[in-house]
């Protein structure tokens, strides 16, 4: 079968070029437009890439329309039903989906990086105690750079799977001591007889005069909240580690801007910010006002927790998120969680205004998170930084397959220039 093509002409010249058309395994085929800059000189504009494709990738697929996310080829509710983080985690890294060794295996090598250097920890010391927990991570996950100068070097496959099995290890211990500083409470060692969900929670919430025992209902929705969290393609803040990564920073430097570009209200933000929005809703009676608003162009306010750039149907995370409200809600005892009921009724209500409806707005991975999290005793400002826990697998999975790809080139956009044409200095006592 013939090589698709797409030809294109420019008509102030006459001149043709074709253009190769790519297909993946699913979705859209792409376009390859580098014919058009070497034959006729020309850029694409596409502010925000709403319709450029930045890489090959053969990690996550989604189907916006169509609701669909699959991990390396399995489909998230699955998943979300029958795995594990851990095992999403190898799954994520790998391809493959462990067999019961290499799964043992992975978790003990996960667990033999938990611990922090103790040098590390002097770092905290400097943030004041109403720090963002999302400014310490970005400043102390950047900082592992300092230490770890034997899992540094881009070039060296070794190198390269040492980091990324230290920051999976490391962003619980990281997290749980921004907390703990936040309290004013003593850090709390990992303990490697428990799973990586529950050695958070204990590194979180417990304290040396205390015995604590881990809930594993808590556990549970901590592994599954974080399963829904781990990879999304291109987001912002993968795009960002890609960028990050391709200039050959180190993978530590390369998560800290990941943890960046997580922390907009646009982005992981957003499930803080859905948060303090319910809060500020605060009775169904106001739900029509904050619509109102949230259609308002000349009112900043947007509805959190809605919209997405690529689902333009229901975040199959968020059906699975919405579900997973009612078991925590109701295993402690909340099961009529006033901010819960509010979220229903507020879904209920915009899913049936004209406004969400024509621009096909649902609610996202971040409409529910928050209420689950603050179900589990998590503060909100915790929030982002349960997400950037999640997402550090699929940013090292896409930062190694990407620097491992023999193709691999510095990203660096162009531009449509609107400044001024050339013109001569003009002195001092001439302007
Ligand atoms: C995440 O990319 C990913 O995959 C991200 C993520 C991941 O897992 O990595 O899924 C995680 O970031 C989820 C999104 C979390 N953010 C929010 O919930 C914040 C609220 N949502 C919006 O800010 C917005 O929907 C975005 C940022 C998510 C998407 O913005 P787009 O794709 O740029 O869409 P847009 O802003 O151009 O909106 C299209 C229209 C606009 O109206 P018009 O200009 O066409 O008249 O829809 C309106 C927007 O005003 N709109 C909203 C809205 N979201 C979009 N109006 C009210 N409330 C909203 N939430």
């Known amino acids: 079968m013939s090589k698709k093509t797409l030809t294109l002409t420019d008509n102030s010249t006459d001149k043709q070029v074709e253009l190769p058309v790519l297909n993946g395994t699913h979705g859209a085929s792409v376009v390859d437009i580098g014919p058009m800059v070497r034959d006729l000189g020309y850029f694409t504009l596409d502010p925000g890439f709403k319709a450029t494709a930045s890489c090959h990738s053969s990690i996550t697929y989604i189907d916006g329309d169509k609701g669909t996310l699959l991990y390396r080829g399995y489909p998230i509710e699955q998943l979300a039903k029958k795995s594990t983080f851990i095992e999403v985690a190898y799954l994520l890294l790998d391809g493959e989906l462990p067999n019961k060794t290499e799964l043992d295996s992975f978790q003990d090598i996960i667990l033999s990086h938990t611990m922090i250097n103790e040098s590390l920890k002097k770092l905290f010391d400097g943030f004041h105690h109403d720090a963002h927990p999302m400014s310490i991570m970005v400043g102390v996950v ?14 060296n496959s070794r190198h390269r799977e040492i980091a990324a099995h230290r920051l999976i290890a490391k962003m619980p211990t ?3 001591a921004s907390y703990k500083h936040s309290v004013g409470q003593p850090f709390q060692y990992p303990k490697n007889s428990l799973s990586y969900c529950g050695n958070l929670l204990h590194m979180m919430f417990s304290t040396p005069c205390e015995k604590y025992e881990v809930d594993p209902v808590a556990e549970k929705a901590l592994d599954l909240l974080f399963i829904l969290h781990a990879d999304h393609e291109q987001n912002a803040s993968t795009s960002t580690v890609r960028l990050a990564g391709s200039s050959g920073a180190n ?21 803080e910010s859905a948060l303090n929005m319910l809060n500020e809703i605060g009775d169904v009676s106001n739900i029509a006002k904050y619509i109102a608003k949230s259609k308002d162009k000349k009112d900043p306010f947007r509805l959190m927790g809605f919209g997405h750039r690529v689902y333009k149907n229901h975040d199959p995370r968020a059906r699975v998120l919405r579900n997973m409200c009612h078991e925590v809600l109701k295993s402690n005892g909340n099961s009529n969680d006033p901010l819960f009921e509010l979220a229903l009724r507020l879904e209920e209500i915009a899913l049936k205004d004209d406004y969400f409806i024509e621009k096909k707005l649902y609610p996202n991975v971040d409409f529910y998170s928050g209420i689950i999290y603050k179900a589990l005793g998590i503060p909100s400002n915790m929030f982002t930084v349960m997400f950037a826990i999640a997402r550090t697998v699929g940013w090292v999975a896409h930062w190694q397959e990407m620097i491992a790809d023999p193709a691999m080139v510095i990203g660096r956009p162009r531009q ?16």
């Open 416 to 431: 449509l220039y609107r400044g001024a044409a050339q013109r001569d200095y003009v002195g001092l006592g001439q302007r």
């Open 142 to 155: 950047g900082a592992l750079s300092a230490f770890y100068h034997d899992s540094t070097d881009v070039n």
């Open 174 to 176: 990281i997290a749980a």
């Open 251 to 271: 993978p530590f430097a390369c998560i800290s801007s990941g943890i960046t570009a997580l922390w907009g209200p646009a982005h992981g933000g957003a499930n």
